[in-house]
């Protein structure tokens, strides 16, 4: 009598930028995060010595930062919960199977490195690697695919999620936490600001970077979702986290609150590009813009929480998984590019084959 065929064994690898866990590790941090060349595209011997440098003068202003937050990041956290969120849902919906879900960090622990070991000694017959950067960009998903590949050696035939910018449950999560606040706003007008991190323009124009267009794409979804139940709602896109003297994508959040607050709007803010709270909500957002949008009277100002574990975001990352796991390379999950981008892994993977 022949033997039923054991279940699969499959990794999901969730990729996320990763924080500092307390003071003493800012600086190492903010070192891994400069020395990467997706960041700064310099050769090795000039960007490390930099990195050096840059971490050591912003050490003091991001250890105050993230003391805001208790001392460290709760990126990691909040990312475990997703995991485990993630976790359940497909092993309820893969039920012959056994599935587990991993974190592999960029810039702080647990590194990819640490996490290709972990699902190399799980012995996968199946990987999927599922970004928790809904857009696609250089400086995130493609950084974290990159080293990566250089460093898993283990078992199983990968997959790779490139992108969802409008992946269902992503764009409905948003639109929940909007309209939520939106409520909360009242009768005044009110701006509804798409707040994505920003990054240099010539990273789009020079290298074929996608992200501004998919940053595009979500909010072109958002809105649309909204709109059905409230009809025409006032808003703009705009980026943030600018730094450096280098052109970047704009206008900034800055500007739009300033701009807001000459409109005589009130704001509800969304973090577009972000699944996670972190430094750039909790802090960025909340704090330091909540503070220029009270001097340039700008009333209400409110922020639409991150997506998190919301139910149907989590549904949107185990559908992205189980539709991965039925084709081999590199696919978004709906809707990826719609231009021909230089730096479009889809296209890349069909230039090589």
């Known amino acids: 009598m022949t033997q039923p065929l054991s279940g699969r064994r499959i990794a999901v690898v969730l990729f996320n930028l990763g924080g500092p866990d307390d003071q003493a590790s800012v600086k190492p941090f903010l070192f891994n995060l400069f020395n990467d060349p997706a960041i700064i595209g310099l050769p090795g011997i000039v960007r490390t010595p930099l990195a050096k440098l840059i971490s050591s003068r912003r050490e003091a202003s991001a250890q105050a930062n993230y003391a805001l937050m208790g001392g460290g990041s709760p990126l990691l956290p909040g990312t475990r919960l997703q995991a485990e969120a993630l976790e359940a849902v497909l092993n309820a919906r893969l039920a012959g199977d056994e599935v587990r879900v991993f974190i592999a960090m960029r810039y702080w622990h647990p590194l990819t490195e640490e996490t290709a070991a972990d699902v190399a000694a799980f012995g996968p017959d199946e990987v999927v690697l599922l970004p928790l950067y809904p857009q696609f960009s250089t400086t995130t998903t493609q950084s974290s695919l990159k080293i990566w590949n250089e460093t898993y050696a283990g078992s199983g035939v990968s997959r790779t999620v490139c992108c969802y910018p409008r992946a269902d449950g992503w764009v409905e999560a948003q639109a929940q936490a909007i309209t939520s606040k939106l409520d909360e706003a009242g009768d005044g007008p009110v701006r509804v600001l798409f707040s994505a991190h920003g990054i240099p323009e010539k990273l789009v124009t020079g290298k074929g970077d996608p992200y501004q267009e998919q940053v595009e794409t979500t909010v ?134």
């Open 220 to 353: 072109a979804a958002v809105i649309a979702a909204i709109e059905r139940d409230r009809g025409p709602i006032d808003h703009a896109l705009c980026y943030q986290s600018r730094v450096g003297p280098m052109k970047w994508l704009g206008p900034s959040t800055p500007e739009a609150i300033e701009q807001a607050g000459r409109d005589g709007v009130g704001v509800v803010i969304t973090p577009i590009a972000f699944v996670s709270e972190h430094i750039e909500t909790l802090v960025e957002l909340d704090i330091e813009y909540g503070e220029l949008a009270h001097d340039k009277g700008v009333s209400p100002y409110l922020r639409a929480p991150a997506v998190g574990t919301a139910p149907v975001f989590i549904e949107a990352l185990a559908a992205a998984t189980i539709d991965a796991l039925g084709r081999t390379g590199v696919a978004p999950f709906g809707l990826g590019c719609q231009a021909d981008w230089k730096a479009c892994p889809c296209r890349n993977e069909r230039s090589a084959a």
